[in-house]
């Protein structure tokens, strides 16, 4: 009823923005990350900060501000995958998507919040876009209503420069869209009772990126297919990265094991080209999430 005061029965602050989701899950994954961003300078600000060193995440590139004067862009060039959204100024999230590609960093773009006049220059410099319906509608003018609305808009957005395509369909998976000259797979997820589905793309997004830095041969329907498993996971949980899982929670087809013994993992400062992590320890992250 309008001006009714009532008795609230329970209040909590929860972590959030995409970026940060995803660099939790892909953390909670097995990750080295690292998030690049500014916080406040008061209890928020701290709070943020900590609740990523909690989550085992670099902060070296997290600035405490007092007035937001500027954007900051770095992008190390022995990180393997660089994921960005458009909450931040999108001229950074470009530029950022730019260095990385020079230095032959794999990218994810998740265009979230959507713009609908989003420069074209947005779908040539990534590897994977990756939205969701609603952003798809506004990208592309087209209704997603269904698996084959999703595959003509992945078609539109490939038209567009887009190396690969992504449209997650919430319940009904996604469409994974490759080529012009490939045919648009749609991914099915398992079918799970949801408590909470705020923060599922971003967990999606996450773990993708993950997979994306550990298995970077495996097809990318493959990775869709374990992005979407670890996805509903999470929504059968209240929450949003509370809700993520972490590896140790995985069904054992999930689970990845790293031997430090037999891995090898590219990198571009070892002049085979490659390198094992107990011989060599010049990796300061795998992700470099904006």
């Not at 909590?12 to 097995?30: E, H, L, P, S, T």
């Not at 959204?85 to 990385?100: F, G, K, V």
């Not at 698996?147 to 539109?156: R, Y």
């Not at 420069?161 to 797979?185: D, E, F, H, W, Y």
Request: proline share 4%.
């Amino acid at each position: 009823m309008a001006g009714e005061t009532i008795h609230g029965h329970r209040f909590f602050i929860g972590f959030g923005g995409k970026g940060a989701n995803q660099c939790v899950q892909a953390a909670r994954m097995g990750a080295k990350t690292a998030m690049v961003c500014k916080v406040g300078r008061d209890v928020f600000g701290n709070d943020y900060i900590q609740n990523f060193k909690n989550n085992d995440i670099s902060t070296g590139n997290s600035q405490t501000v007092l007035h937001w004067e500027n954007a900051i862009v770095i992008v190390a060039v022995n990180a393997k995958v660089l994921v960005c959204q458009l909450e931040i100024n999108p001229d950074t999230s470009l530029q950022a998507l730019r260095m990385a590609r020079e230095n032959h960093v794999k990218t994810i773009c998740n265009p979230a919040p959507a713009i609908a006049d989003l420069c074209s220059d947005f779908y040539k410099v990534f590897d994977v876009f990756c939205c969701n319906e609603s952003e798809a509608e506004l990208l592309t003018g087209l209704s997603v209503t269904s698996v084959e609305d999703a595959s003509q808009v992945g078609l539109e957005l490939l038209n567009k420069g887009c190396g690969s395509v992504i449209v997650t369909l919430g319940p009904q998976g996604c469409v994974v869209c490759q080529s012009r000259n490939m045919a648009p797979k749609h991914i099915p997820t398992t079918a799970v009772t949801a408590a909470d589905t705020t923060g599922a793309g971003d967990s999606f997004i996450g773990a993708l990126a993950f997979y994306m830095a550990h298995y970077p041969t495996m097809p990318l329907e493959e990775m869709a297919r374990r992005a979407n498993l670890v996805a509903a996971m999470s929504v059968q949980t209240v929450g949003t990265q509370t809700s993520f899982p972490f590896q140790k929670d995985l069904p054992t087809e999930l689970k990845v094991t790293l031997d430090l013994k037999t891995t090898p993992l590219i990198c571009a400062q070892c002049p085979q080209n490659y390198c094992l992590y107990n011989k060599q320890n010049h990796f300061p992250g795998e992700f470099w999430i904006m």
